[in-house]
């Protein structure tokens, strides 16, 4: 979306061409018409396109900068029963002084990086690898019923997912029962707060990262098929194929997922976690998120958990500045450029 | 309930001399916490408090004893009476006359534990017809009932009646009840309660419960003693393997030792931290969770009784003696577990005697659920402090008209009929031929039946608390057994009956050490981590908070 927004609005004006026929009537020379008659002359170029992307942002206002106003409830003792917001008492920056007493707020706190990276580390690539792997998949249906396959855990609800796992990797699981049947110790991966990352990160490779490969095929099925010809006649074996043709096809998405990721990864899976919490005590498995719905949700504590949530978003933001600096770094579009 | 507890507990308060000493006062001083200084809530405060003495007195409603039925089993040392024989339909009393409804129409929001009846079904137009009103449910899952009712309560679109239950009050929607809900004394006080004589007759101990921010505002559903943690186990399976029901901490372990058998995947039991607790005469919950010793309030996290429960647990997990589901945290299947036989013993509400042996009676006619008998610590007689006299309330929303309110009022009235009314039977049973058909005399539910007859309509009012489940008269001899035996070692804890709202700022105190327990029975912490919050707890505003109930106990005097 952000690509042809951009694209649209900013680039394009000054290098009218195969996009963009100019208007009759007014021919946009390559001259310099004034600051003003060129901010016009766009929007009427563009209606259509700016009409297209109204209803989004409408939506965007809507649900994610009218609620922003919301955030003072991270400097108020805020009660929404008794007082409201306006009556609620101004209490400073007291919630993040409460909110960074709490250990267990910086037990969330580095759970929620180690998750994140694990799953950085562990998870990104598969989709990518699965993307590959299918590609080279030449009969139709042999691809096809492989996708459909990978494609339907991610229409599974978490709470199902956990229940597989639990049936099978639990210490009355399928896997433990059939070894004490036959003689051996059982075990319970599941309450094992050392492995619960590596865990977790497992339901989501099995859950998502058939999903994952959509948009990774979609950028593979993009590919000029002549280089892999013009590549093969130059003597160029499968390997380096890969290596020169398909990688560097991927490289843009890849960056762009990548920066997304970043931006996102401070979110690590609410509900995976929350259902799991018992299973592994909140001190390996408490993250942001859940940290935030335990002092919010379900102890009222509005105000703390508004701060909890405040922080989380600056630090995503910066995040995704450093991902984003980054990709440019490595010659990539990434989210945006100024 | 019995009215004995009742009349007990609204006896005025003795004032109390030990805490009321310069160090207690120079205590809170210098914590920065100024004594509690009146003996009432404010309205929508977060300041918390209670309301006792004379202006607790006047607020509650009169008491009048209704007579329908005499119970099969009387109520012995505070058990609740017990009905073995259902009476014909023919000979039930109607305890209301006429339709107590003018044709209002009302939303309820309540919680519901099991597959939500289906919308218009005939079971509501039945009840409806006899109410002569039309009551609309919103029924919500009720193990995550609280995370939705934070978000309606502050929404302000709230439903006409609203059930919140005593355990979903945490964090500030004890305030929230005061903020939104409709002061019922100006119908129900004093004398005015004889207006509707179904609900004149709910022990005052219930009443008491249901004072909110100085004001009767809950209809409370009064509950029976020592019902909130049960310790079951599974007769049938016992008689069979030959295994004794196990009368002290030490003999449980070594039975749970006996019991286990992951090939063939039976552990003895589920997470038993409830039990344990009652085994080393552990305080209940939140706010009467304090015990006096020695002229000092004490929390029970700081009790030795505490520790010792937390010991004795970890070395049950330790043991390899409870169910790996259990383990990884997944209560809500622990009665499948038990009716499954993977488990042989666990520990719920005594809601479960019921439903356990009605779910289970069409698809194993041999299963048999037993409650096992408290023992101490060391097998002798166990300390059991009661449960609060009511802990589920229904609530009026506060924008309805004086009008409005009386209807819902008639049709509590309507509701509350105890039994061997008509009312009852409606409520409770739905029609006959329809949702339940009468066998040997007794009313036995259908299928029809079992999907629409749940707890939808009883959660606006109920009368004192009974068993009377004549379709399993083997399980009312059991319960009430249980109960009258059990009876004999209940002690009324230091805040017995009082409803109090702690203050905003320690809310969120007490709630780690759900966590805690959690970690230290499982061995993912120790003792001493326990140890080590206890100190924090200390630290972090638990002392603070001992002062602010001192002065409660002070004010008020004790419940016990």
Known sequence: ?338 | MPNSQASASTSPPSRRTFLASTAVAAAAVAGGVPLLTGCSTEEGSGKGGTTSGKELKNLLPAYAASKVADPDIPSVNGSSPGYTKAPPAAELVASVKGKPGHGGSYTMFEPLWGTPPPKNNAYYKAVDDALGATVKFQPQDGNTYGEKLGAVLASGDIADIVMIPLWEMGGRIHGAVSAKFADLGPYLSGDKVKKYPNLAAIPTAAWQMSVFGGKLRGLPMPSRPLGSVIPYYREDIFTKEGYHVPKSPAEFLALAKEITRPKSKVWACDDMWWSAQRFFGCPGEKPYYWIEKNGKLVHKVETENYLEALEWCRKLFAGGHVHPDAVAGKANDALTRFTSGQTLLYNDGEAKWYGATFEQAGVNPDFKIQGMDWFGPDGGAPVIYLDPPAQIWSFLNKNLAKVQIEEILALANFIAAPFGTKEQRLIDYGVEGVHHEMKKGVPVKNATGVRDVQDTYRFIASPQASVAYPDFPRMVEDYCGWMRRMGKFARKPLFYGMQIQEPNRYASLYTPFEDLAKDVTRGRKSIKDAQRAIGDWRSGGGDRLRDWYAGLLDENGSGA
């Open chain 1, 1 to 338: 979306m952000a690509e042809p927004a951009r694209g649209a609005l900013a680039d394009r004006g000054a290098t009218p061409g195969r996009d963009a026929p100019p208007a009759p009537g007014t021919p946009p020379g390559p001259g310099t018409p004034t600051a003003r008659t060129g901010r016009w002359h766009r929007l009427r170029r563009d209606r259509t396109l700016l009409l297209m992307v109204a209803p989004a942002v409408g939506l965007l206002l809507l649900f994610t900068y009218v609620p922003l106003l919301w955030t003072t409830v991270a400097y108020l003792d805020y009660d929404p029963f008794t007082q409201g917001l306006w009556s609620s008492p101004w209490v400073g920056l007291d919630n993040f002084t409460l909110l960074f007493e709490d250990s267990r707020f910086w037990d969330a706190f580095a759970n929620t990086l180690s998750i994140t990276f694990i799953q950085l580390v562990l998870f990104f690539p598969v989709p990518i690898a699965l993307a590959l792997l299918l590609n080279s998949v030449l009969s139709d249906k042999v691809r096809g019923l492989v996708q459909s396959i990978l494609y339907l855990p991610h229409f599974f609800s978490w709470v199902l997912v956990i229940t597989i796992f639990q049936q099978m990797l639990g210490g009355a699981g399928l896997l433990a029962q059939q070894l004490r049947a036959h003689g051996h110790e059982g075990f319970d991966l599941m309450t094992d707060p050392g492995v619960f990352k590596f865990l977790i990160t497992a339901q989501l490779v099995w859950k998502d990262a058939g999903w994952g490969v959509i948009v990774f095929l979609a950028a593979l099925s993009a590919v000029n098929q002549d280089l892999y010809e013009a590549a093969a006649v130059d003597g160029a074996n499968r390997r380096r194929r890969m290596w020169h043709v398909t990688l560097p096809a991927l490289r843009p998405v890849v960056a762009l997922l990548l920066v997304l990721r970043v931006g996102d990864s401070l979110t690590v899976g609410f509900e995976q976690i929350l259902l799991q919490r018992d299973a592994v005590g909140p001190g390996a498995s408490e993250v942001f998120d859940t940290y935030v719905w335990w002092v919010g949700i379900a102890n009222t504590d509005y105000g703390i958990a508004a701060a909890g949530g405040l922080i989380k978003g600056a630090f995503s933001l910066v995040l995704v500045l450093i991902a984003n600096k980054v990709a440019h770094m490595l010659g990539e579009q990434g989210v945006y450029r100024k």
